[in-house]
């Protein structure tokens, strides 16, 4: 799971991130960059809730324009300085209980909400990915 969850939930959480943060419809703040860290004040209060040590969460400048390079066009890298593999995974949590309540609050249908479509088809993929990978690089694991 280790390998996942630094390749495919690092997809996830930064398509979440830059999609949350590209208008105002769930923060009523003006840039961009307000509203990540608007978001990443909701992620360190939801980390501090669930007692997780330092060391296992994304670091702050993964909230940032700088990080998520919005408008590059080219796929964003994460180093695992900033987001490692426990802090992905904890991370994907945190992704979950937040589109529960995005999707409460505008009414849409939690089955329909994009992140909890993410989240729920990276958990039945993950597994598969695992085997797959382990086939195709058996010294690596």
């Not at 495919?8 to 509203?35: H, M, N, P, Q, Y």
């Not at 400048?61 to 802090?87: C, H, W």
């Not at 994907?92 to 089955?111: M, P, V």
């Not at 958990?123 to 085997?131: E, F, S």
Request: hydrophobic share 40%; charged share 25%.
């Amino acid at each position: 799971m280790h390998i996942t969850h630094l390749a495919v939930a690092t997809d996830v959480i930064t398509s979440c991130l830059l999609d949350w943060s590209d208008d105002d419809r769930f923060f009523g703040l003006g840039t961009r960059e307000k509203r990540l860290g608007q978001l990443f004040q909701s992620y360190r209060n939801w980390c501090e809730s669930q007692r997780y040590d330092l060391a296992e969460r994304a670091q702050k400048r993964l909230f940032s324009s700088a990080m998520l390079k919005p408008d590059s066009g080219k796929y964003v890298e994460i180093s695992q300085k900033t987001l490692n593999a426990t802090s992905a995974r904890y991370m994907l949590f945190w992704l979950s209980s937040l589109a529960k309540q995005f999707a409460e609050w505008t009414g849409d249908d939690l089955d329909m909400n994009p992140t909890l479509v993410y989240t729920k088809c990276f958990l039945l993929v993950a597994p598969i990915a695992i085997r797959v990978f382990a086939r195709s690089h058996p010294k690596v694991l």
